[in-house]
C-alpha cells in the first residue's frame, strides 16, 4: 500500500519539517520581507494554519497569523504558502489556501490579508486594498496587498497599520 497525502492542522512538531521546507522554497532572504515583520514575536502556530504529508515526510504548509489592523483584532495574515518543488503545481497550494480560509471562516475570522499576485489570488476571492487603508510596518507594492472578507463588508471597516497579535 502506497503512502496518501494527508492534510491537517499544523502541529509544533512540524515547525523544524515547516522551517527546512521553508529554507528549501524562499532561502534566507525571506526574513527581509515585511510580512516577516508583521509575523515576528506571534506564535508561529495557530488554528488555521494548515499542512500537507505524504506519509511522514511534510510536503506543503501554510502559516495564518493572526493579526489586528488599526488595533481591531479578527483579521489574519496569510502566508506564507510554500509546496515542496518536488510536489510543484499539483494543487497542494489551491487546496492549503482552501482549507485555510475555510478554517479561518469557522474560527469567526472576518478578513483574510496577504502580500501577493491578484491573478493567482483573486480566484480565492482575493482583492487589491484601496492604497493606503491598510498598512504594514515597511515597504510593500500597494498592489499586492490582497484581501478576501469572510464577513461582507469587512474589507471596507478595515483601516490602518497591520500588528500581530502576540500571545503570552
Known amino acids: 500500500m502506497s503512502p496518501q497525502f494527508i492534510s491537517r492542522p499544523v502541529a509544533p512538531e512540524d515547525l523544524p ?3 527546512q521546507l521553508h529554507d528549501k522554497v524562499f532561502g534566507p532572504g525571506r ?5 516577516y515583520r508583521v509575523r515576528e514575536g506571534t506564535p508561529a502556530v495557530s488554528p488555521y494554519c ?3 504529508l505524504l506519509g511522514d515526510r511534510l510536503i506543503a504548509a501554510v502559516r495564518i497569523t493572526p493579526i489586528a489592523i488599526g488595533g481591531k483584532p ?12 518536488d510536489f510543484a503545481s499539483q494543487g497542494f497550494g489551491t487546496r492549503l489556501i482552501t482549507e ?3 478554517t479561518a471562516k469557522a474560527g469567526n475570522i472576518e478578513l483574510v490579508l496577504l502580500v501577493g499576485d491578484e ?7 482575493f482583492h487589491m486594498v484601496p492604497p493606503g487603508q491598510i498598512t504594514l510596518p515597511g515597504p510593500v507594492d500597494p498592489r499586492r496587498l490582497l484581501a478576501a472578507e ?6 471596507k471597516e478595515a483601516h490602518g497599520l497591520v500588528a500581530g497579535i502576540h500571545t503570552s
Open 100 to 102: 485555510a480560509i475555510t
Open 150 to 155: 469572510l464577513i461582507e463588508g469587512a474589507a
Open 50 to 52: 494548515r499542512a500537507i
Open 74 to 85: 479578527g483579521a489574519v495574515l496569510l502566508g506564507p504558502v510554500a509546496v515542496d518543488p
Open 17 to 19: 519539517a515547516i522551517s
Open 119 to 125: 491573478p493567482y489570488y483573486g480566484r480565492f476571492g
Open 31 to 35: 526574513f527581509t520581507r515585511t510580512a
